[in-house]
Structures are given as C-alpha cells and as structure tokens.
C-alpha cells in the first residue's frame, strides 16, 4: 500500500500572504536602491563615499526599529492573530513610503530634512520587523505538513520580488531620465508608487483566513505572546539569533550592498551594476522553492550547513573577484555563485524559525531575536562595508562576512532537526508519512 501524498500547498494563502510582504521589502529595499541618487539631496558632503555612508547610517538606523516593531506585532499576532497583524503592518510601511517621497531637501530646509527621512525609516523598520513575524507564521502556519518549506520559502520569493520590482524601476529610470533629473526629483517616483501599493494590499490583505494552528490554541494559553512566555523558551531565541547572524550579514552584502560595491568599488556605470543585481536576484528568487522543496524532503539542517560552508569559505574570494569585475558577465556569474550560496540559509530561515516554538509565542519568537540579529548584523552591513573602504581596509569587511558565517556554521552543526515538528495537535503521524512520500 502506497503512502498518501502530501496536502496539497493553499495556494490562495500563500499569495496573499507573500503580495504584501514583496510590497513591504520593495519600499524597504528601494532606499538603497536609489540612495546614490537622493544622497546629496540630504547631505552636503563632497565624497561620494561619505554621502553613502550618511545614507547607510539612516538604513541602519531603521533596523534598530525592527527588534520592536518585532515585539510589538509578534505579540499582537500570538494574542490576536495572524491575519489581524499581517493588514496594519503594510499600512505602517506605506505611510513611511510617503512620508519619503515628500521630504523636503537639505537646501529646503538643512538638515532637518535628514531629520525627516530619519524619522520615515524608523516607522518602515518597525513595520518590516512586524512584517516578518506574522508573515513568517502565516506562510509556515497555513502549510501542510510535508510542504512547509516550499510554502515558507515564498517569503524571501516576495522580499525578493520586491527588491526586484524596485530595481526594474530603477533600470527604467535610468533608462529613460538623465542622471540629473533623478538626482533632483527622480528619485522620489519609487517611494510614491510603494505607498500606493502598499495601501492597496492593505485592503487585500483584510479578507485573509487565520491559519489552523492558532485556532487551536486561541485563548487556550495563558502569555500567549509575551516576553516572560519567550523566556521560557530562551534557549529557542538564542539560537535564532546565532543561526542568522551569517545568513542575514550575507544576505544583505550580496542584495542591497551588491549594487553599490558593484559601482563604487568594481567601478562599474551605476546601470550597469543595477542590472547584474537584477538578473542575479531574478536567478535567486527562482531558486527559494526548489530549495524549500528540497528541505521538505532532507530536511532544514543539510541546506543551513551547506550555506554555512559556502559563506565560511567562499566569501572572501568571491568578493575579492567581484571587486575586479570589469563586465557585466563576470559580474553576474560572481554575484550569482554568492546567492547560491545564501540560498542555503534564505530558502529555510522563516520555517526553521517558525518549527523552534510553540503556537502560542511562535510569532514573537520568530520576530523578536530575528529582528534583533538582523538590526546587529544585517543592518549594519552596508554601513560596515563603506566604513572598512573609507578606513583603506575593505577586505576586511569580507573576513568579516566569512566570520559570521563560521559562527553560524557551527550552530547549524549542533542544532536539531526541525521538519518533523508537528505545528497543530492533528499532524504528528500524518507530518512523518508527508515527508518521507
């Protein structure tokens, strides 16, 4: 007798649950994206490397937010829902969107300016960190067992998406504006459409169904989403924390850094260094369901080692041959072999984050030491990266990324297995044959 086959994904959920998220990450990443552009618009500053780094402070900055924004929506989302969270997170990013796209310049008003476009991504990072963790949920959540690492990994398949969305724009900015026109007022187009998608999907968002898995529990535990109930599972926490600080620092080096390394250290024409960013984030964005297949059937540690190997060893000469580039063919079969490799740690992260802890503080788990590693770690690559150029040290950011990633590395090598967890009281057995079909 054949073994019965996997549930199939709910392809509805799992659509809305991504759309909103690729709107969220697209006005989320479109700050670096343009920031070359609307640099000097804020900061006066000659060097075109000091302007970055000004800019890249204001992008770190926002993601001390996420840690609270975390907080906040995860504990919304254990106490009140998955679906009840997922609408006001995109309302939040799409108010940060606009508030962007209307700031007045440093010869408007000084740096008060500054101040404002500050103040826009402090609210975008607190919505991106509650954006992760009830989206992270609902895609794990709403998933059979046997198919939670495909269904979860749509959601680097939506940041991705977004980033993607943002830099097409980009490119047809480029294409069709000069650079002067953009650096006056171009640059502000991609924060004015981001605020009107994201108040569009605010609306789709409302009609989405809550996940099996918190119906159960729904006022069945007492704490439900509450730092003293994160407690007791800390032992989870930290390692969420430890198992992405490598992947989100590499993560970050090789999307929304890539394009400005390209161009301000390989010395690539800045549309050219968007479009290898382009097709190689299109090559990985296909690659987060086959890999999230694959882990539903060897589970989540072999891809979490294998990218912890890569980044270990593979990053500093990667980016030591990207610093060389001098095409856009080379450039793209670089950039390419380094998001294979964070393929490893991006196709998993949200499903082996969501299986570490119960129903009733999942979402908060999941948010909260993610937010926490990613704001450290994450949020500061790039301002990193531009600090070690500015210092005539570069590659010393690179060991810096191997580094991380050999930390990592070692969690994934001890942690447990987690593709068998059964998520509601009634997969147990059913979760075991899935995975194994």
Not at 283 to 297: I, K
Request: charged share 15%; hydrophobic share 50%; with cysteine.
């Amino acid at each position: 007798m054949s073994a019965p086959r996997p549930a199939r994904v709910p392809w509805r959920a799992v659509v809305c649950g991504s759309i909103g998220n690729m709107v969220e990450w697209y006005d989320w990443s479109v700050y670096a994206s343009f920031a070359p552009y609307f640099a000097s618009a804020f900061f006066p500053e000659e060097d075109d490397t000091a302007r970055l780094l000004d800019t890249a402070g204001v992008f770190a900055v926002g993601f001390l937010m996420r840690p609270v924004g975390g907080w906040l929506f995860g504990r919304f989302a254990d106490r009140r829902g998955r679906k009840a969270a997922l609408p006001l997170t995109v309302a939040l990013m799409s108010g940060g969107a606009l508030l962007i796209a209307v700031t007045p310049t440093y010869a408007s008003v000084g740096y008060a300016g500054a101040l404002v476009l500050l103040v826009a991504r402090l609210l975008q990072g607190l919505s991106a960190g509650g954006e992760y963790a009830a989206g992270a949920t609902y895609l794990t959540e709403a998933a059979p067992p046997g198919r939670r690492g495909l269904a979860s990994s749509f959601q680097y398949v939506s940041m991705t998406a977004g980033q993607l969305a943002g830099l097409g724009l980009q490119i047809a900015l480029q294409r069709t504006m000069p650079d002067e026109a953009l650096e006056s007022y171009g640059w502000r187009i991609p924060f004015a459409v981001g605020a009107v998608a994201a108040a569009v999907v605010f609306y789709l968002r409302r009609n989405l169904l809550e996940t099996e898995a918190y119906g159960e529990e729904h006022r069945a535990v007492a704490g439900r989403g509450t730092i003293r109930e994160l407690l007791a599972h800390r032992r989870e926490a930290v390692l969420v924390v430890a198992l992405t600080m490598g992947g989100t620092l590499a993560y970050y080096t090789y999307t929304t850094y890539l394009t400005k390394y390209l161009s301000n250290t390989a010395g690539l024409p800045r549309a050219t260094a968007s479009l290898v960013g382009f097709c190689a984030l299109s090559v990985f964005m296909l690659l987060q369901p086959l890999a999230g297949a694959l882990s539903d059937r060897i589970g989540r540690r072999p891809l979490l080692i294998a990218f912890g190997i890569g980044g270990t060893a593979g990053t500093v000469p990667l980016m030591t041959a990207l610093a060389d580039a001098r095409g856009f063919g080379s450039a793209l079969v670089l950039s390419l072999a380094g998001l294979v490799i964070v393929t490893g740690y991006t196709s998993v992260s949200a499903v082996v984050k969501a299986e570490l802890f119960p129903t009733h503080v999942r979402a908060l788990g999941v948010a909260l030491p993610f937010a926490v590693a990613g704001a450290v770690f994450g949020g500061t690559a790039e301002y990193v990266a531009l600090w070690c150029k500015e210092a005539g040290a570069e590659s010393a950011f690179y060991w810096y990324v191997a580094g991380c990633s050999g930390v990592s590395l070692v969690v994934y090598a001890c942690m447990r297995e987690t593709r068998d967890v059964a998520l509601t009281r009634g997969e147990g057995a059913v979760g075991e044959v899935a995975v194994q079909a």
